[in-house]
T-cell receptor, first 113, second 113 residues
């Protein structure tokens, strides 16, 4: 069993829709949770991070963590064509947050104009 | 601020040949990472440097992979000899300090024939 499971998609939704991206994990030691966005032919860029259960909002993006269920989500409201990318969840066992990252496989998202 | 630079962007070699990748991190960033991203998978950490010292190389296949970071700035990753399964994107990332946000370069796409 992989430490981090992520539905690879692909996922296609119309512009303006709400998108839900999810990851599950098995390692209880994971303390820090991140979402990265990766455009084609580019490196990943950090989108959001959180270290506690609950919701964190940043503009159109909301990250949700449920440690009891070992489940994290990223919601995108009012999706735009520019949101088309691969979204990677990443997790770390360290309270430093950005060390020893374990990534999911990524979900390829396409927003249809 | 200039981002993480990597070269070459693409490389095609035959199995058993050698190849080297170069990375120039963001100026002033003490921590440097090399990741391997196989098609359809998330990045996997190969090696992490803090200045010019190795912090973590537990997932580096040391029989064929080597990396160095001279003078704590630029870094090179070498594969010798290459195998078919080494075909992947090799990503370099840097962070200001241990535990800070990682910034990724565009990667080097390697195809081993």
């Amino acid at each position: 069993q992989k430490e981090v499971e992520q539905d690879p998609g692909p996922l296609s939704v119309p512009e303006g829709a709400i998108v839900s991206l999810n990851c599950t994990y098995s390692n209880s030691a994971f303390q820090y949770f991140m979402w990265y966005r990766q455009y084609s032919r580019k490196g990943p860029e950090l989108l959001m991070y959180t270290y506690s259960s609950g919701n964190k909002e940043d503009g159109r993006f909301t990250a949700q963590v449920d440690k009891s269920s070992k489940y994290i989500s990223l919601f995108i409201r009012d999706s735009q064509p520019s949101d088309s990318a691969t979204y990677l969840c990443a997790m770390s066992p360290s309270n430093f947050g950005n060390e020893k990252l374990t990534f999911g496989t990524g979900t390829r998202l396409t927003i249809i104009p | 601020e200039a981002g993480v630079a990597q070269s070459p962007r693409y490389k095609i070699i035959e199995k058993r040949q050698s190849v080297a990748f170069w990375c120039n991190p963001i100026s002033g960033h003490a921590t440097l990472y090399w990741y391997q991203q196989i098609l359809g998978q998330g990045p996997k950490l190969l090696i992490q440097f803090q200045n010019n010292g190795v912090v973590d190389d537990s997932q580096l296949p040391k029989d064929r992979f080597s990396a160095e970071r001279l003078k704590g700035v630029d870094s090179t990753l070498k594969i010798q000899p290459a195998k078919l399964e080494d075909s992947a994107v090799y990503l370099c990332a840097s962070s200001l300090e241990f535990g800070e946000t990682q910034y990724f370069g565009p990667g080097t796409r390697l195809l081993v024939l």
